[in-house]
């Protein structure tokens, strides 16, 4: 695969592919068949617009005109809407994609089994009582603080919440005297990939490689265009950059943008990841619409790590570093996982 070292930032490059992503749907969907309001007609434009326009077929291993064949049969004109909104769930269920919902005023569907079938790794309250004992300080959604005297630590309950670099600043000021961080990403659930290039800026010291994106460009599971690099740059302008040890902390509910803040700070230098493998999702969401007027919404453009490897079934641990959290220590207030991080924190093995 040949691969183009183009110099953008992830905003601007979502913003370009998004709409060459966007006109390409539409120029589409003039070649579409005019499907009827009927459950037929709806089946078969759902199943059409994914198959033209879903990015991670050649990942999924997944046969769509055998699931087609096999859905189909399930689909009747006498059959309700609820039923037709279940045949067509279970259908998109087969992707096995977190980022793909049907959405109808009555029901929107969710594939949960990306993270339902692994432990949840994680519990606040065991955080906030048994290591912060209630004293711990929050901002845009971090609440961060020191968990011992010479280790700090920042948990980051979902992109969503806007983080700024003077947040950051203020963040990592206040923990200065430690030895090295701890960065929670665990049931971080995504968001804004700006604030991806937010944080990630405050712990690199130079330019470096963040990923690559490429979009649909066509109608076959194989029509993509070539990789584009994007790059993240350090803070500037007098913000603090944190040259210290770093662990990011993860389980199988990090997803979507937290799977690839994960996947970015895999590649920088003074980082270990521990915990589960994340929870993959690295598409760029997309929305369309069946005749009914139910939407759909699914993964459009790929985005890759650094390494131009696909992220959309998880990052794994760095090595050594597959830690779960013990359900009888739990019930000590014990998180293991944190109790890990500390001690490689301490030890200074990575550094």
Known sequence: MHFI????????IIRAFGAVTLLWLTAACHDLPEYTDDPRGNFEALWQIMDEHYCFFGSKDVDWAG???????????RMTSQELFRVCADMLGELRDGHTNLISP?????YR???SDYPQNYDARIVEQYYFNFNYRSVCGIDYGYLTPNVGYMHYG???D??????????????????GLIIDVRDNGGGDLTNVETIVSH???REIKAGYIMHKTGPGHDDFSKPYAYYYKPASGGHIVWRKPVVVLMNRSTFSAANNFVAVMKHVPGVRLVGDVSGGGSGMPFNSELPNGWGVRFSACSILDAAGESTEQGVPPSDGCKVDMDPAEAMLGHDTMIDFAVELIRSGSFI
């Open 162 to 179: 806007p983080v700024g670099s003077g947040n950051m600043d203020y963040i990592l000021d206040f923990l200065a005297t430690a030895q």
């Open 67 to 77: 699931v087609h064949d096999r859905y189909v049969a399930k689909v009747s004109d």
């Open 106 to 110: 009555f029901e929107t569907s969710y």
């Open 113 to 115: 089994k990306w993270w």
């Open 158 to 160: 979902s992109f969503s």
């Open 203 to 205: 712990f690199i010291d």
């Open 5 to 12: 070292e183009y110099g953008m930032r992830i905003a601007d």
